[in-house]
């Protein structure tokens, strides 16, 4: 497949503009990734030739440049597995991954993750993809996450997250009801003592920020939708635990629950964002699975 190139028509303008300008300014490529392009044979060309970035350009001349890999990533070991692909194109790809599977391979998982099926998918399909997501997923999460399929749409969602144009939206089961039955949680979050994996509210973590709204409650239990605006590590497992309401099968902030084998009851159910080349607003939903919402008719 031809690595992917963003092409524009030069458009009446002022004298002396160069296909640096252009890039920057009106594609909106980082410093960063226009050297890469320079680097890249025939990474930028006007009319279909090679061009030098300093070049001046003329009105209707065609400009293209190469955002796209030439080949891909070698740090990820391509590994056949389910994928529930729920939309994809040229740019991005929205997943709806399940709970129980690690989005990067790591110790004890170096074949069973989602970098590694995307990789083997992107092989099958002849996509020189690289493994790039934009927001990632505890293990133990169940959910919509998005994954760019280069530098530049990486960099552009990169960019969204954590304001309006990159918005998610959980669910999640919890143990008791939250009172008041909405609100915010602006407490700041860092690491717990004498642990390299627990955190914990404390007045010298970072800011954090989480919006939750009761759904439903049934059974001694909540359905909780939550919205953040930071993204810190256990965000909302250490939130809603702070308010007194820990998240179901929680083992490290509340209890494990034995219905939930090895996963918390949090889904990623909503994921909003700007599309990075075409500028589109698009929203996806993710019903909640079968297990969680169990846990509410119990």
Known sequence: MTPRRLTLTVAPGPEGRTVNDLLRRELGLSGTLIKRAKQTPGGVLLDGEPVFVTARVREGQALSVQVGDNRAGEEIR????????????????????????????????????????????YQKTGQTARFRPVNRLDRGTSGLMCVAKHAYAHEKLKGQLHTPQFRRTYLAVCQGVPDPPQGVVDAPIGRAEGSLLKREV??????????????????????????????????????MAHLGCPLVGDFLYGREEAALPRRTALHAWELSLRHPVTGQALRWTSPLPEELSALLSE
Do not use: M, W
């Open 78 to 121: 391509p590994a056949p597995g389910p994928l529930d692909i729920v939309y994809e194109d040229e740019d991005i790809l929205i997943l709806n991954k399940p709970a129980r599977v690690a989005v990067h391979p790591g110790p004890g998982h170096d074949g069973d993750t989602i970098g590694n099926f995307l990789a083997d998918y």
């Open 202 to 239: 404390r007045p010298d973590g970072a800011a954090a920020c989480t919006h939750y709204a009761l759904v439903s409650a049934a059974g001694g239990r909540s359905l909780v939708r939550l919205v953040l605006e930071t993204g810190r590590t256990h965000q909302i497992r250490v939130h």
